[in-house]
């Protein structure tokens, strides 16, 4: 039987006594409460129990890559933001970074301190989404609408600084568009210090309560092995035990100023690299983000905040590979310039493209409650898969 | 017309009798059980509000309080859909055979001395008896849907509430023990009005059948950490995708209304039901109200605990859940019955000191939990004006400056 | 499973519930964090007066100072800028028959503003643009037709439009330059 182009096979069991049994075949459709985004997996599934969950992507496609080619260099830094609207500052700087090694352009020390406040605000703000929502799928409402307040308080802040309040267009090429605003930095270091125990509040309400754990520890183990052959990154690397971080191995910007840890997945409610140790990893990181974000604050030079670029950009031709962290992870952007205004190709690889990959090899005899479970850990975004 | 009236009191034939049933059903309905499913749904709604950092609904009627009824109304107006391809009769059947199940509950509901519309002498069995209905009501309406996640959720439901019955019964037999009847007026009687004379500090196995009583009694009234059969974020809405407009509500209605009778039955069997302090017998109508209320205060304070424990508490999963009433909690509630028997026959008048010993150790548990409190409520760093203990205070916190 | 970690197991479930809901009392006794908008707010706030200088709201243009260069139009990813100007010797400069901006095309990123010279078309704190019909979406900030502004050299004179100008340059400056300077320390 055909469900929208997948062939399905349908399995009849017969037991002794002559019932004959048939796998459900469900589709957790496109329009669903706890898909993170526009996502549909379909199911087959013998009662609770599933045999198959094959992710079906596509219905976010915005033709964002191809879009590039059209409006050139400048125009495309605010679609860099819907690249991945939950964190939005990343792929801005992700296209900056790309376009300032196309055309050698060095961004003034300033300018790469105000970038780093930025990603990593919008880190913490990621991750308040990520770990709410996963709550929610859980079951715990209240755990989503905290993490909700405490990112309003960042949506004000970044709000002051570049005047948007989910799709930044913060970053420019050369640098960022705005400089840091009178009183601003006394706020965010306000912010930081009323921030930083809240996660432990959170911590108490649901991460170390039983039934939250037990939810979650023990299911969908990536090992590491298999996290580094589909691909996985980020706290989803990191979750199955991999040290690794390109803010650490691959340093870009000014990260090696910083003195940070690299939260790993330690198995410590069940088995290194189970949801538990995915969700867990990113809460810590929110925490190491406040502090390079305070030692940023701390250590902020003076000078401008843009280098100079002309208006009518033109990068010699020739193309580049930029990596940087994002939240969801590793994040990569091929670019290929002609040497006119307008670029030639972009290429954009993103982390939860390649965390969806792995969703039909751990769902398998997973409960359908648990492949709820596994894609909030996985932090798939449908805008960052789709494009 | 004189006539008539004269004949029908003098003279009152099955007709009568069933008209009068139906007329007073009908007042018992609309005019009792409605209001309070719609105030549980207040308390709910305002508390759920001030946990999750916002208010609750303010702007229809004195701090909200009218919401339910203009949701009613709203859902009232509704278009009424029946999808094509399910089975119309059970799916147009399923919310009243649900609404049946707990509203049948409200008839042996003591509110007061005498207060109660049907004193059976089998009141506590006739209670769990029918609030065991709602099972049929929610298989029906998972099946009839003709969605697979709807049928998904109407099975999970039948195996949480057939499964919970149990626990919830055997710790019912504590207390039947204990005041060696199953009548609710006479479980009343049997305790007084000092926290000390409740049967839930009788002995340390009340107790605990206490707990274990809410927590199934929480998984009967399919509310979080069980709500599995609605469990939102899976299957949309569970067993009442498919539904709209009032036969929606009905359901929910029966949900709140559900929780209402667990804070009834709970305060009727462990904490003394209406027992007040002072006897008043020459004041009638005072005495009832201080019992009404009385009673009212100590049903909801548990409707309060129980929409506490659902915004704070993820839900379990099917198999967990299994796993938590077979092998956690029946063995307890097992334990809980013969320890009572044993209690009962070693101290026949009751043991001297226990019961007070009991008050003090809940006081001092819960002296540690209001520490707590304050203990996050420092460790948050907050200030005096980010405070407000006015519950229905709608004045927002100051922002970061 | 031994008698040591069933009971370890009734421990932690009820601990770990206690001190959530723990957390959750605490919530009960702190302000909620609600702006009662549009209707319940405090005297005399209007929610645009409080949002910060540089909200990217909806665009409006002060055509006292628009000098038609076109730098919008050409800045604009979308293309919801239409500028018609031309050349007019006897009126002496461009003269501008239109100016429309389709507000429901734009994706108000701020590409326009920035290379504004005078800091003429500008993001307001406007956002509540919601209208019954797209045609009234876009606007039309020329009602005639309307001769395009020459900066003067030693500043602006006039006392109609000096005010204008300069809350035009003062927006402009928020903007990061290559000299730098103008921010936080």
């Given amino acids: 039987m055909g469900l929208a182009g997948f062939e399905v096979e349908v399995q009849r069991e017969t037991r002794d006594g002559g019932l004959a049994t048939e796998d459900m075949t469900l589709s957790m459709g496109p329009q669903h409460p706890s898909t993170h985004g526009v996502l549909r997996f379909v199911i087959r599934a013998d009662g609770e129990v599933m045999k198959e969950a094959i992710p079906d992507i596509g219905y976010l496609h915005r033709s964002i890559e191809k879009i590039a080619e059209k ?45 780093v406040i930025a990603t990593e605000f919008s880190r913490i703000h990621s991750h308040l989404l990520s770990v709410g929502s996963m709550a929610m799928d ?35 090429i050369g640098g960022v568009g705005w400089d840091l605003p009178p009183g601003w930095r006394d706020k965010a270091l306000a912010y930081i210090k009323r921030f930083e125990p809240l996660i ?83 809460i810590r990181e929110m925490k190491e983000s406040c502090k390079i974000v305070r030692q940023c604050l701390e250590k902020l030079p003076g000078g401008p905040v843009i280098a100079k670029v002309p208006r009518n950009f033109k990068p010699p031709a020739g193309d580049c590979y930029v990596r940087l962290e994002s939240a969801r992870g590793d994040m990569g952007w091929y670019v290929v310039s002609d040497g006119t205004a307008f670029p030639y190709r972009c290429k954009i690889r993103t982390g939860s493209f390649a965390a969806i990959s792995i969703v039909p090899k751990v769902s398998r005899n997973l409960m359908i409650a648990d492949l709820i479970a596994v894609i909030a850990s996985l932090d798939l975004v449908a805008p960052e898969i789709d494009r | 017309m004189q006539e008539f009236v004269d004949g029908l009191v003098a003279n009152p034939s099955w007709v009568h009798y069933l008209g009068a049933m139906l007329a007073f059903g009908g007042i018992v309905v609309f005019g009792f059980v409605l209001p309070i499913a719609g105030i549980t749904t207040w308390v709910e709604r305002r508390v759920a509000g001030r946990i999750q950092s916002r208010i609750g609904p303010n702007r229809t009627g004195p701090a909200g309080f009218l919401q339910w009824l203009a949701d009613g109304i709203k859902s009232l107006l509704k278009e009424d859909i029946v999808p094509d391809a399910a089975d119309a009769p059970l799916f147009k059947l399923a919310p009243y055979v649900v609404m049946t199940g707990f509203v049948g509950a409200f008839v042996a509901l003591p ?92 002995n340390p196995f009340t107790f605990i059948a206490f707990f274990i009583f809410f927590v199934a009694a929480l998984a009967e009234g399919n509310r979080t950490p069980f709500d599995l059969p609605e469990a939102e974020s899976e299957l949309v809405m569970g067993f009442a995708t498919e539904y709209s407009g009032m036969r929606n509500l009905l359901f929910f209605m029966a949900e709140w209304g559900n929780l209402y009778v667990i804070g009834a039955i709970v305060a009727t069997l462990f904490l003394g039901g209406w027992q007040i302090p002072w006897a008043l017998a020459e004041h009638p109508v005072p005495r009832v109200a201080l019992q009404f209320g009385t009673f009212f205060l100590k049903s909801y304070f548990w409707v309060f605990v129980a929409v506490w424990l659902r915004w704070t508490l993820p839900r379990i999963r099917v198999d967990q859940m299994m796993i938590m009433c077979w092998k956690y909690l029946v063995p307890l509630a097992f334990v809980n019955l013969l320890g009572t028997a044993a209690w009962m026959v070693v101290f026949p008048h009751g043991a001297p000191g226990v019961p007070e010993l009991l008050c003090v150790a809940a006081a001092v548990l819960l002296g540690l939990f209001l520490r707590r409190v304050r203990y996050h409520l420092t460790r948050a760093g907050l200030k005096r004006e980010e405070l407000s203990y006015n519950i229905l205070a709608t004045e927002r916190i100051p922002g970061l400056g | 499973m031994g008698l040591g970690a069933y009971l370890r197991n009734i421990k932690d479930a009820a601990l770990t519930i206690a001190d959530g809901m723990a957390v959750t009392a605490s919530h009960l006794v702190r302000k909620p964090y609600t702006v009662q908008y549009p209707d319940r707010l405090p005297e005399g706030v209007r929610v645009q007066d409080t949002l910060p200088f540089r909200y990217r709201g909806m665009l409006e243009v002060d055509l006292e100072i628009c000098t038609a260069c076109l730098a ?10 239409v500028i018609d100007a031309t050349k007019d010797k006897a009126a002496g400069g461009f003269v501008m028959t239109r100016f429309d901006i389709d507000m429901a095309k734009c994706m108000y990123c701020g590409l326009c503003s920035e290379p504004c010279p005078t800091g003429s078309i500008h993001h307001t704190p406007e956002f509540e643009g919601a209208d019954y019909s797209l045609e009234s979406m876009v606007r039309k900030f020329v009602k005639a037709p309307v001769l395009a502004y020459k900066p003067k050299k030693g500043g602006e004179t006039d006392p109609e439009i000096a005010p204008i100008l300069e809350r035009g340059m003062r927006y402009i400056a928020e903007f990061a330059s290559a000299e730098g300077g103008g921010g936080e320390e």
């Fill in chain 1, 71 to 115: 409006v050139g260099w400048h125009g495309f830094m605010p679609y860099t933001d819907r690249v991945d609207y939950v964190a939005a500052m990343p792929c801005n700087q992700g296209w900056a970074m790309a376009a300032e090694r196309l055309a050698a352009i060095e961004v003034p020390k300033r300018g790469e301190y105000c970038r």
């Fill in chain 1, 138 to 172: 859980i079951g715990a409402y209240t755990p989503f609408t905290h993490a909700i307040r405490e990112r309003e308080y960042i949506n004000d802040l970044l709000e002051e600084l570049c005047g948007a309040r989910l799709t930044f267009h913060y970053m420019r």
């Fill in chain 1, 200 to 282: 432990d509040e959170f911590n108490d309400l649901i991460s170390w309560n039983k039934i939250y754990t037990e939810r979650l520890a023990n299911v969908a183990v990536v090992s590491a092995r298999d996290a580094i052959d589909y691909n996985l990154v980020g706290p989803n690397l990191r979750g199955s035990g991999v040290r690794y971080d390109v803010r650490r191995d691959e340093p870009y910007s000014v990260y090696p100023d910083f003195d940070f840890d690299i939260p790993v997945g330690r198995g410590e409610m069940g088995t290194v690299g189970d949801c538990f140790d995915r969700y867990i990893v990113r």
């Fill in chain 2, 111 to 202: 509110f007061g001395g005498p207060l109660i519309i049907a004193d059976l002498n089998v009141g506590i069995l006739y209670i769990t008896a029918v609030t065991s209905l709602v099972v049929v009501g929610i298989l029906m309406a998972g099946w009839s849907s003709n969605n697979k996640w709807s049928l998904l959720g109407g099975i999970r439901s039948a195996a949480q509430i057939v499964s919970y019955e149990i626990p919830a019964g055997l710790s019912i037999f504590p207390i039947v023990m204990l005041s060696g009847a199953l009548s609710m007026q006479s479980i009343i009687a049997e305790q007084g009005a000092a926290p000390w004379r409740w049967f839930i500090f009788n």
């Fill in chain 3, 72 to 81: 919008c139009e050409r800045a604009c990813p979308i293309d919801c800028i």
